[in-house]
């Protein structure tokens, strides 16, 4: 069992306060975040990461192709996941049962982007422009929602998948999700 410390209230001050381009980085700007962010992390949690993403690479051909785009969604995956204190695999897990890995994915009851964001999300977290089709924006929204559902259920990863599925007393979503995890991204 995961053990969260972060308060609902710290993950939404982190939400608000980390900033996410609305819209791709130029390319020229590309290698000067990626040296940045690399500045805060010493060298033994850069190479943790490179390693999974590496790891992760070879099971996400089926779903995306094109190699630098699975690097960069890799990498936005695992910063994200550790940001609000959670597996990046399970989150890559959570993304191929709710979306397959399609960014601009709409459900039947109205939820947006790779990780099935409900708009109403927007309001109670972002702003009004957040496009949630937008992969960064749509990661930042669904870590901060599943990370403030496991600490609301102390840890209990079936109980806040349910949550974040709306399927709260019910197992058969969080068993899909730990299914992948177990089957796919292990």
């Known amino acids: 069992m995961l053990t969260v410390n972060l308060s609902v209230t710290t993950l939404i001050v982190l939400f608000c306060m980390t900033p ?5 980085l130029p ?4 290698p000067t975040l990626e040296a940045a962010n690399q500045q805060h992390q010493t060298a033994q949690q850069q190479r943790a990461a490179q390693q999974w993403r590496m790891r992760m690479d070879a099971p996400l051909t089926r779903f ?3 190699p630098e785009q699975r690097q960069t969604l890799l990498t936005r ?3 994200e996941a550790r940001l609000a204190g959670l597996p990046p695999d399970l989150i890559l897990a959570l993304i191929q049962v709710e979306s397959a890995f399609k960014a601009d994915a709409i459900s039947s009851a109205g939820a947006v982007g790779l990780m ?4 109403f999300w927007v309001s109670e977290l972002g702003l009004p ?3 949630l089709t937008h992969p960064p924006r749509n ?5 901060t929602i599943l990370a403030h559902y496991l600490a609301i259920e102390n840890g209990d990863f079936t109980r806040a998948l349910a ?3 709306g399927s709260l007393g019910h197992t058969w979503y969080p068993e899909r999700v730990m299914r992948a995890w177990r089957d796919t991204w292990r």
């Open 20 to 24: 996410l381009a609305a819209q791709p």
């Open 163 to 165: 949550r974040y599925n």
């Open 77 to 79: 995956i695992y910063q």
């Open 64 to 66: 995306i192709n094109d």
């Open 27 to 30: 390319q020229a700007l590309r």
């Open 129 to 131: 422009i957040d496009d």
């Open 139 to 143: 990661l930042r929204y669904g870590c």
């Open 116 to 119: 099935q964001i409900m708009p």
